[in-house]
């Protein structure tokens, strides 16, 4: 079988993290090499970018800003971690990839980008390359929030720009992800988010038994 490119979607407090790193041990201990990683910060240039886009103000960057920073982070992530990863034949398993930029950017500030140029910036940097599967994990965004914020202060945690956000900005990024499900059933499954760590783990292997065929 190829190396698989999975990419975890979703809203603040969706458990992306948690369910990446879970997918990428039980893929593992089926004997596949997996590179487990993340935008933005899955590389030494961007971790240095994660700290400008998800800490300090909301205000301190507009969408337009994000979208370009965010870009920038996908390109290096791409030229020197997931490309390579994936020609060594291991699967790469990214906590967030390019449908946060539309759900964030695009959906999250009302659509005042033009699509055509969020398009024409994916096939700049990207081309046509895109994940095998998304797992779009769906969480009412007060849930997500509380979590989010519950985890903050747990772990003294520093990343809460986006948290900062009114409701609106977070309801329109949840309709977005469920609108990019739907423009990509091919790509994309929409998990429900709002069970037990362990519970959206068992649905998540069985949606790889489904789609791939790997019993997890």
């Not at 240039?45 to 300090?56: D, F, P, S």
């Not at 390579?84 to 980008?113: H, M």
């Not at 988010?193 to 362990?198: D, L, N, Y």
Request: glycine residues 8%.
């Amino acid at each position: 079988m190829k190396p698989m490119f999975i990419t975890f979607e979703g809203g603040e407090g969706s458990g992306k993290s948690v369910q990446a790193k879970l997918l990428s041990e039980a893929l593992q201990k089926k004997g596949i090499s997996v590179v487990q990683t993340k935008e933005p910060g899955g590389t030494e240039v961007g971790t240095e970018l994660r700290k400008i886009l998800v800490q300090g103000s909301k205000d301190k960057l507009d969408y337009i800003s994000e979208m370009l920073l965010y870009y920038a982070d996908r390109r290096i992530h791409l030229t020197s971690k997931i490309w390579p990863a994936l020609k060594e034949n291991k699967w790469v398993i990214s906590d967030r990839y390019a449908d946060s930029t539309v759900a964030y950017q695009y959906y999250g500030y009302d659509c005042r980008i033009e699509k055509q140029l969020l398009e024409k910036m994916y096939k700049i940097v990207v081309g046509d390359f895109k994940p095998d599967l998304t797992i779009i994990l769906d969480i009412a965004p007060e849930k997500g929030l509380g979590r989010s914020f519950k985890k903050a202060e747990t772990m003294n945690e520093k990343e809460l720009r986006f948290e900062q956000m009114d409701m609106t900005f977070h309801q329109n990024i949840r309709n977005g992800f469920l609108q990019i499900a739907e423009e990509n059933p091919e790509r994309c499954v929409v998990v429900d988010a709002e069970g037990s760590v362990q519970e959206i783990h068992e649905k998540i292997k069985q949606l790889l038994a489904e789609k791939i065929g790997i019993e997890l």
